[in-house]
């Protein structure tokens, strides 16, 4: 069974920074698309960033400067290093995993607040 399990939430203050983990149980991991979502209370899930097989990788205009992602093949882990975080980057993250199938982790709780 596929498992995509998030790790590194939690509650931080205004500036500061986390760095999230993703781990998944998949044999072809590096052929895998990866991505981070995050959805806020009462949002819509947005997508956060994309890193391809190949290693290209995007983020969105709302965190391009402060969040970058990275993945290990070898570990088989997605990161999502994020920094000068704010307010409005309190939500819950998730990984998704894309190549034949779709995967999804269960999130992990981001909180930013004074």
């Known amino acids: 069974q596929v498992r995509l399990v998030e790790s590194g939430g939690g509650l931080v203050q205004p500036g500061g920074s986390l760095r999230l983990s993703c781990t998944a149980s998949?044999?072809?991991?590096?052929?895998?698309?990866m991505n981070w979502y995050r959805q806020a209370p009462g949002k819509q899930r947005e997508l956060v960033a994309t890193i391809t097989s190949g290693g290209a990788a995007t983020v969105a205009d709302s965190v391009k400067g402060r969040f970058a992602i990275s993945r290990d093949n070898a570990k088989k882990t997605l990161y999502l290093q994020m920094n000068s975080l704010k307010s409005d980057d309190t939500a819950v993250y998730f990984c998704?995993?894309?190549?034949?199938?779709?995967?999804w982790g269960q999130g992990t709780q981001v909180t930013v607040s004074s």
């Open positions: 998949l044999s072809a991991f590096s052929m895998f698309t």
């Open positions: 998704r995993a894309s190549y034949v199938s779709v995967y």
